[in-house]
């Protein structure tokens, strides 16, 4: 029968497919560095990795800040790939432990797994992703021996259900609260969405870069581009029956690059490039950074939480809309 352990790796197995995994950005595509393996080699070399010395490996460091990225976009994927890679040195312990204390094997299983994504949870701040994998496989070994000689049904499985089902840790609820501009003042929700639209569009006239917003839109027009569009299409709140098209919503963050390098995300946070260089070896950066060979990237979504710049749903009409009235034009009747 099936235990925690089969589920986290079939889940795992399941998304990821025979496709090659980028874990440097996350996307294949977008990646400077051209080779990447599938799966299944990738979960080997971290295995092996984890097994020689996961706080040297640079594979681990950059599977660590993945997941971190992963959990602010409200996505657990990169975090299960962890576990998938860290439970193998669990089976024989659990097998073990169960054999010697007579506790049930799952139940033991159960209590490692959700030992160490409490572990995952306590070190998101203050702990370099270096030293993470360690301190999870640490503590799940810790408990394993206290489940045995406890005796008790202290750890189910619905506890670990319970970890697999919630989407949403307090960095996330964060993420999404930042998202909303507050115009609590106006009762109208469509009125509400217009305002917000509206005023990034004239915002982004202002700096002189809305010609590149227009090819943007021209894209989503043209069906040529669907980057999260997806996403914001689905949210039933989206029906407004004044707008050209309901498929052109998109997210603020789409305009923006995935990632970009440490030295302009320093210049955007105010601090120098050494000093964010010192920030990242010693694990205290305010949030993940990717690595990608030699350099490092920072995920534009990750920066925008940290500067309090609200991720927003808008409308290419509203949009053009605000340029248009930023730029002295009429506003279309």
């Not at 501009?181 to 009125?191: E, F, S, T």
Request: glycine share 8%; hydrophobic share 40%; with cysteine.
């Amino acid at each position: 029968m099936p235990d925690v352990f089969d589920r986290i790796e079939w889940n795992v197995r399941k998304i990821f497919g025979g496709e090659p995994v980028c874990v440097h950005v996350g996307s294949v595509e977008e990646c400077d560095i051209k080779r990447h393996p599938t799966y299944p080699k990738l979960r080997s070399e971290a295995i092996a990795a984890g097994v020689r010395s996961a706080s040297s490996s640079r594979l681990w460091e950059s599977m660590i800040t993945m997941g971190r990225l992963s959990d602010l976009d409200g996505s657990d994927k990169w975090r299960m790939v962890i576990l998938d890679c860290i439970v193998p040195c669990f089976r024989a312990l659990s097998t073990r432990v169960s054999r010697d204390f007579q506790v049930e094997r799952e139940e033991i299983r159960s209590a490692m797994v959700t030992t160490a994504l409490e572990v995952w949870c306590d070190t998101a701040t203050g702990v370099p992703p270096r030293h993470v994998r360690d301190r999870m496989v640490k503590a799940a070994f810790e408990v394993a021996f206290q489940r045995g000689r406890i005796g008790s049904p202290e750890y189910l499985t619905d506890d670990v259900d319970m970890f697999f089902e919630s989407k949403v840790s307090a960095q996330e609820s964060a993420l999404k609260a930042s998202s909303v501009i507050d115009l609590a003042c106006i009762r109208d929700a469509d009125v509400a969405e217009q305002i917000r639209g509206e005023r990034l569009g004239a915002l982004l006239q202002g700096m002189g870069c809305f010609d590149s917003v227009r090819g943007f839109h021209e894209d989503l027009r043209s069906g040529r581009r669907s980057g999260c569009v997806g996403r914001a299409v689905s949210d039933s709140r989206l029906s407004r029956s004044r707008i050209s098209d309901p498929s052109l919503y998109y997210y603020a963050s789409d305009l923006y690059p995935s990632f970009i390098g440490l030295r302009e995300a320093a210049a955007v946070m105010g601090i120098a490039e050494s000093a964010a260089h010192r920030l990242v070896r010693a694990g205290e950066f305010p949030f993940p950074v990717a690595r990608a060979g030699r350099s490092y990237k920072v995920s534009v979504k990750a920066l925008m939480h940290f500067k309090e710049i609200p991720d927003v749903i808008v409308h290419i009409d509203d949009m053009e809309n605000g340029a248009l009235h930023a730029g002295g034009g009429a506003r279309p009747v």
